[in-house]
């Protein structure tokens, strides 16, 4: 596609259930980023990956939040047993390579855990 | 440790030029300063990069002084639909680990 995209764009679930939440990058982009913003912040770094190198999970809040890359493409963020304070927008990018400062964002996805 | 300061928030008016300015005091050598815009529910979007005095597109402007401890993104005649947040960004190590300001809430008025 033209840009990243991240499915779904909203989420509602209830607490302690697990969601998941994809992100599908640029064509040829080796960089890929997950970032949380939770309402009128800014941008909390999550995780990276490049290519098929191992990923830097040092901003993941807890071992309840997962990452995955598939074949360097697509990426998966899942967060299990939910808790309230993980609503927030999750946010994915994407860049041409590691070290480049310019991302393509995605829209986003909406999580609300009730 | 680098870091980025911004102001939290700023209004303006219709018609005037906007000017924001990012200190990054330690700013590395070889260091680019890059600018980012975000709109309600919608992820950030690159709008300028820089490394030293001025550099101009369709968007915006931006200026760095010499000793490049700051930076200045200018917005030239600003419209309701500048409403946004203003990320300004650095990136010390030249690798992932990026340095993101807390944003500006630039407010534009009728």
């Known amino acids: 596609g033209a840009g990243v995209s991240q499915s779904p764009s909203n989420k509602v679930t209830e607490k302690g259930k697990d969601v998941e939440l994809r992100c599908d990058p640029i064509?040829?982009?080796?960089?890929l980023y997950w970032y949380r913003q939770s309402l009128g912040q800014g941008l909390e770094f999550l995780i990276y990956?490049?290519?098929?190198?191992?990923?830097?999970k040092s901003g993941l809040p807890s071992d309840r939040f997962s990452a995955e890359r598939t074949g360097g493409s697509v990426s998966t963020l899942t967060i299990q047993r939910t808790q309230q304070e993980d609503s927030a927008v999750y946010l994915c990018?994407?860049?041409?390579?590691?070290?480049?400062?310019?991302?393509?964002f995605g829209s986003g996805t909406q999580l609300s855990v009730l | 440790l680098a870091k980025t300061t911004q102001p939290i928030s700023m209004d303006s008016y219709e018609g005037q030029e906007v000017n924001i300015t990012c200190s990054h005091n330690n700013i590395a050598t070889n260091d680019y300063i890059t600018w980012y815009q975000q709109f309600p529910s919608q992820g950030p979007r690159f709008i300028i990069q820089g490394y030293k005095t001025k550099v101009t597109n369709e968007v915006a402007s931006l200026f760095i002084p010499a000793d490049r401890k700051s930076s200045t993104l200018s917005l030239p005649r600003v419209s309701l639909s500048d409403t946004a947040v203003y990320y300004c960004?650095?990136?010390?190590?030249?690798?992932?680990?990026?340095?993101w300001g807390a944003g500006t809430k630039l407010i534009i008025k009728p």
């Open positions: 064509s040829g982009h080796t960089a």
């Open positions: 990018a994407s860049s041409l390579n590691a070290g480049n400062e310019k991302l393509f």
């Open positions: 960004l650095i990136n010390p190590d030249s690798n992932y680990q990026l340095i």
């Open positions: 990956f490049q290519g098929n190198s191992a990923p830097d």
